[in-house]
């Protein structure tokens, strides 16, 4: 399973961006794990493809994560206020273990 989270916004907007590429298959079974039922936890595959603020200010982070499994792939727009717990949490776990691109 692949995941990939790009994180644009803040200050520094499209210049900052950031891109995070990780494949569960070579990762340390306990981190590869965490992810999986997170993702799990978030429903991922079932979420809408925007869960974005109506009115976003310009330092706001905004997060696209792609997820391919290889019988599936699903891509998510949004901004952590409007993520379930678990798909926050994912992305906290994401931007914390993986180093950027």
């Not at 039922?37 to 706001?60: E, G, I, M, T, Y």
Request: glycine share 4%; hydrophobic share 40%.
């Amino acid at each position: 399973m692949r995941l990939i989270l790009k994180c644009t916004g803040g200050f520094a907007g499209p210049a900052g961006a950031q891109t995070r590429t990780v494949d569960l298959a070579l990762l340390p079974a306990d981190q590869a794990s965490q992810l999986e039922q997170l993702l799990h936890a978030s429903d991922f595959f079932a979420l809408p493809p925007r869960l974005v603020k109506p009115a976003p200010k310009s330092w706001d982070f905004q997060y696209d994560l792609e997820v391919d499994d290889g019988a599936q792939a699903h891509c998510v727009r949004y901004h952590l206020d409007e993520a379930s717990p678990p798909l926050k949490a994912l992305t906290e776990k994401l931007n914390e273990e993986v180093d950027p691109d």
